[in-house]
């Protein structure tokens, strides 16, 4: 069933639509809208699931906490957005974002906690403005958005928890598709 949840993520990472997890996706401001926000681009359930997945594969008092920073810092950024905070550099910090979090799983990086939560903290604001523009101004879509996102950053927990051995053959395989698809994008952009 792992492998299967493995292989089925690695297609829709590479199916999904160029145009990111980002404006344009949705015509109607529904929870069921947002629920779907987050699968519909690569960029967003990568990062959620890596988020994830390396939060899990550090020492439980460094790790279990990052999942939470990013899911409280992405809202907030989602809701300066909707109360109309300009920030043009957002999408930059994304595909930095994948790159940068795509190293860290293929290399298997250290960090001290603080670059951690800096890392975190950077890729949340970044995640979160972007999908707070495209939300409009009805809140339904964003609690749809935080559940499924909660539901990406578990995925990678789970998968991150996996015997050793696994969760590191999945961390850098992870780690070089982000890389892949972040070259990729750096240039098709």
Not at 64 to 86: D, R
Request: proline letters at 4%; a neutral charge; aromatic letters at 8%.
């Amino acid at each position: 069933m792992k492998q299967i949840l493995i292989l089925v993520g690695l297609w829709i990472s590479m199916t999904a639509s160029l145009a990111w997890a980002h404006p344009g996706h949705f015509a109607h401001s529904t929870l069921q809208a947002g629920l779907l926000h987050p699968l519909t681009g690569w960029d967003h359930w990568l990062v959620m699931c890596a988020i994830g997945l390396w939060a899990a594969r550090l020492p439980a008092a460094q790790g279990w906490p990052l999942p939470p920073l990013f899911m409280g810092v992405m809202l907030l950024a989602s809701m300066a957005a909707l109360w109309g905070l300009h920030a043009s550099w957002a999408e930059h910090i994304v595909l930095l974002s994948v790159l940068g979090l795509g190293l860290l799983l293929l290399l298997s990086l250290r960090l001290t906690s603080l670059m951690q939560r800096w890392v975190v903290v950077i890729t949340a604001s970044a995640q979160g403005y972007l999908h707070g523009l495209e939300l409009g101004t009805d809140l339904l879509p964003l609690i749809g958005m935080a559940m499924t996102s909660t539901g990406l950053l578990v995925l990678g927990w789970v998968v991150g928890r996996l015997q050793p051995q696994w969760g590191l053959v999945v961390s850098h395989g992870l780690g070089a598709v982000m890389m892949v698809l972040g070259v990729w994008a750096l240039f098709n952009t």
